[in-house]
């Protein structure tokens, strides 16, 4: 199958990097390891784990919104995100 893509310019930038770092030997290389990568995830979990941790928020006592609460949500998300 030949399929012909345009990224916007951040996502072909990465593209490019990933190729000229050596990790990749070509830009196609990335879009089907990308691909694979994503046709393996399973997303229901990923849902329930979400609904799980939205609930027990919604349930819990709420603290102020302060910047550092943002910073340990955003590293959290980040977490979650990178299977880390």
Do not use: C
């Amino acid at each position: 199958m030949t399929l012909t893509l345009n990224l916007p310019s951040k996502l072909g930038d990465y593209v490019a990097a990933q190729v000229a770092q050596g990790f990749y030997a070509d830009e196609e290389e990335v879009i089907r390891d990308a691909v694979r990568r994503h046709a393996g995830m399973d997303f229901s979990a990923d849902s329930t784990a979400l609904e799980a941790m939205l609930l027990e928020g919604v349930r819990s006592s709420h603290e102020p919104l302060t910047d550092d609460l943002w910073a340990s949500i955003r590293q959290r998300a980040a977490q979650l995100t990178t299977g880390a």
